[in-house]
């Protein structure tokens, strides 16, 4: 066991790019600052890796700012429980538990993909989007293999591009949205500064037959290994043969931690004021997990959350034209990408949708609330906890996560025990 | 060239380079099935950021450890299924 208990000025759950910009600019303001993670090293989902695969000058840019502020960081950082009255959380390392008290607390806890289910979909080989890109940036080589990519969301052309520049023959990219919503939002990130390059990929793909507009994966081979996929496009089904079907549907806000922590949340995610404050005194919230924006609105989110949180609201105010810039683009982006009803009747009878418990459709289709699908099936009751299912019946059927128990994670016994004895009066 | 370690899986010896995530070792070693499932299905990693819990695999002997959160080191034994 190392030390039990810590105490630090600022609090930052997460190091990806809003975490890091949040660390960076409370540091500068003269805060102590504690950075926690559950991943092995900074850099977030989409600097995963660090600089050697993320070598935008950006990424370059944030990870030296970030080694030079002097914040301390903890990776593999995992949190179980928090506690917003006595200001704490509790976190477990791979053999150790501490609880850290905090002034203010700064959750930028970022998105996870959106998995939807249609047969097949548990079948291995069949990944997430960001989850292939991940495990390639992890040391998967996917030289010669050949990797459908499908789904939706900009994110689909860069994952593809990756693959392809570490060998992966890429014979289709799928994406849902038609060409009618994709064409416009094409012209409008042209006039985004920054967004050129992605305008030009997005255009290029557009005209090029393997991108694929209105298309989707409503079959992967059931056996144990992926031989293929099915795809459909208009009234055209086919089998596109691969070894990885690389499938998601954008991005869903991490808010478990900030609903533990009794923050307000909206549709989009935590509810945030122009101070990224959220509802709950002393705590702030920056990036994905306060609505789905992309990269250059976190970092500007973090910014402002760790300005705000070292009492230098005259340095936030300078960034919140940025901000609002960034968000019209978020909001561009959400509607292109919308989802289409047809994914809705991916799933059949038979389909699993909690993939935990392995709870079908069929099981969850009578119920009427998600507490009634906890208590009756088990359904987001495994050790995901809802994380993946929460938001395929949400989409499905409808029923919203009602609320976050502690802990957040699954926990040691030891853990727990620890948090037990400290909670109670001596 | 990265330094390369060595790890089982499944009692297999495979060389990575350090660095390398255990559930990518686990792909390179040819194993796709990381567990069964309650109902007995072979299952992979999925969301590849330690949210999911479809790759756990045992490593040392202890069970339910995401691979796709730990870093391969030198000696490790790793058991799928």
């Not at chain 1, 939002?185 to 992605?198: D, E, I, T, V």
Request: hydrophobic share 40%; net charge positive; charged share 20%.
């Amino acid at each position: 066991m190392t030390e039990a208990r810590r105490t630090v000025d600022i609090l930052v759950v997460g190091a990806g790019p809003a975490g890091m910009a949040a660390a960076v600019r409370a540091r500068e303001s003269g805060r102590g600052v504690l950075v926690l993670d559950d991943n092995p090293a900074p850099g977030g989902q989409i600097w995963r890796g660090g600089q050697e695969h993320s070598p935008s000058a950006r990424a370059s840019s944030w990870f030296a700012k970030m080694a030079a502020s002097g914040a301390q960081v903890i990776a593999g950082a995992r949190i179980v429980d928090g506690d917003a009255k006595r200001q704490c959380l509790t976190v477990e390392m791979p053999d150790s538990a501490f609880e850290v008290s905090y002034d203010k607390l700064i959750l930028a806890t970022g998105a996870r993909e959106l998995f939807l289910p249609f047969p097949g979909w548990t079948i291995p080989g069949v990944m997430g989007v960001g989850g292939l890109q991940a495990l390639v940036k992890s040391g998967l080589p996917v030289t010669g293999k050949r990797i459908v990519v499908a789904g939706s969301g900009p994110l689909l052309l860069a994952a593809a591009a990756y693959f392809r520049a570490h060998g992966a023959i890429v014979p289709i990219v799928a994406e849902q949205a038609p060409v009618s919503r994709l064409a416009p939002f094409a012209s409008r990130l042209a006039k985004h500064p920054g967004k050129l390059f992605q305008a030009a990929a997005l255009r290029l793909a557009l005209h090029r037959s393997r991108y694929r507009s209105s298309c989707w994966a409503i079959r992967a081979s059931e056996t144990e290994r992926l031989e293929s996929v099915q795809l459909q496009q208009h009234n055209r089904v086919w089998l596109e043969p691969c070894e990885y079907l690389a499938v998601a549907y954008g991005f869903i806000s991490n808010v478990e931690l900030a609903v533990l922590m009794q923050c307000q949340t909206g549709a989009a995610g935590v509810r945030v004021n122009d101070l990224q404050e959220t509802s709950q005194n002393q705590i702030y919230c920056a990036g994905e997990c306060t609505g789905i924006g992309g990269v250059d609105l976190s970092i500007i989110e973090g910014e402002i959350a760790g300005y705000a949180a070292s009492g230098r609201d005259d340095l936030a105010g300078n960034l919140f034209k940025k901000r609002d810039k960034a968000r019209q683009f978020a909001a561009a982006l959400e509607s292109a990408f919308a989802l289409r009803d047809e994914l809705r009747s991916l799933a059949d009878a038979g389909t699993i949708i909690c993939r935990c418990e392995d709870v079908t459709r069929e099981r969850l289709e009578p119920m009427r609330s998600w507490r009634s699908a906890k208590l009756q099936t088990r359904c987001g009751m495994g050790p995901c906890q809802g994380r993946i299912c929460g938001p395929i019946l949400e989409f499905l059927l409808g029923l919203h996560p009602e609320s976050v128990r502690p802990p957040v994670f699954p926990a040691r016994v030891e853990t727990l025990l620890r948090q037990e004895e400290e909670t109670r009066p001596t | 060239m990265a330094e390369m370690i060595s790890l089982s899986i499944n009692g297999v010896s495979i060389r990575v380079p350090a660095g390398t995530m255990v559930a990518a070792a686990v792909l390179i070693a040819g194993e796709t099935m990381f567990r069964r499932s309650v109902s007995g299905e072979a299952r992979g990693p999925l969301c590849g950021m330690g949210v999911c819990f479809e790759c756990r695999v045992t490593i040392d002997e202890a069970p339910h450890c995401r691979s796709c959160q730990i870093i391969c080191r030198d000696g490790m034994k790793v058991r799928t299924g």
